[in-house]
């Protein structure tokens, strides 16, 4: 089984940090492959961002996509996930909505701790998305921006237990979502200092992957997810275009 995962920002030091946590969630017989978009933001942290990162996580699934078993979107904003299902049959599993199902099925009452304050609208879209609006019942922002997730790590796992703490306390949350690519590999020290399930969302995407390549099941290609209506699309390269080649 070939997992590609793919970090939605362009900064190498969290491709490798996510790499590190998909490498040690994986089954023995399952092979990683973490990549970055060859073009994009650096960091994923509101609208105009997230839109201009998806063109380049579409292109690293459709370069790869016969070599591929099913695709993660390392990025808790599940960005282009809709999109990315109609351009493959394999499937494409969002860390934002894996990691959600995991934390419905270890808590009754649960939340997710993340980063800069402006993300709280995209979070909770993303969560309404996913259609857990009614089992969340925390979100905590750290004011901590993406790249410091990676660049200053003890600064980050500090505030994530603060904010951690408001949850548990005022939320009642039983178990919190990581909400940030970034923040892989601090699940386990936040459990020793909080008490209660963190649940590093790349590790649950890869194992939702391997989940649902294992029940040799692929996205419907029935309505929504069918291929894209053919049409031209300008200034996109051949690969990109469905049914009708660009033009000149």
């Known amino acids: 089984m070939r997992i590609k995962v793919i970090n939605g920002n362009t900064f190498e030091p969290m491709t490798r940090g996510i790499d590190e946590s998909a490498q ?6 399952t092979e990683i492959i973490t990549t970055q978009p060859k073009a994009g933001p650096e960091s994923i942290e509101g609208y105009y961002d997230e839109y201009l990162a998806i063109p380049g996580i579409l292109e690293e699934i459709l370069l790869s996509d016969d070599a591929i ?10 960005p282009g996930v809709e999109a990315a299902r109609e351009i493959t049959a ?3 599993i969002g860390i934002a909505e894996a990691s959600m199902y995991v934390a419905n099925m270890v808590a009754a009452r649960w939340g997710v701790v993340t980063t800069m304050h ?11 998305r996913a259609g857990f609006s009614h089992r969340c019942v ?5 004011g901590i921006s993406v790249l410091e997730t990676e660049t200053a790590r003890q600064q980050t796992i500090d505030a994530l237990e603060a904010a951690g703490r408001l949850a548990i306390t005022e939320d009642k949350a039983e178990a919190l979502c990581l909400g940030c690519a970034g923040m892989s590999g601090l699940d386990k020290e936040l459990e020793q200092r909080l008490g209660i399930p963190m ?5 649950a995407a890869v ?3 391997e989940a649902i390549v294992g029940l040799q099941k692929q996205n419907s290609k029935i309505l929504t997810y069918r ?3 053919p049409k031209r699309i300008k200034g996109y390269p051949d690969y990109m275009q469905f049914g009708q080649a660009e033009e000149d």
């Open 227 to 229: 291929q894209p209506e």
């Open 24 to 29: 040690a969630a994986r089954f023995p017989q």
């Open 207 to 209: 194992k939702m992957a």
């Open 90 to 92: 394999k499937p494409v």
């Open 118 to 128: 402006r993300a709280l609208d995209m979070i909770e879209k993303t969560i309404h």
């Open 69 to 78: 078993d099913a695709f993660v979107i390392a990025c808790w904003g599940d």
């Open 138 to 142: 925390s979100i905590r922002t750290t």
């Open 199 to 203: 649940i590093d969302a790349v590790s």
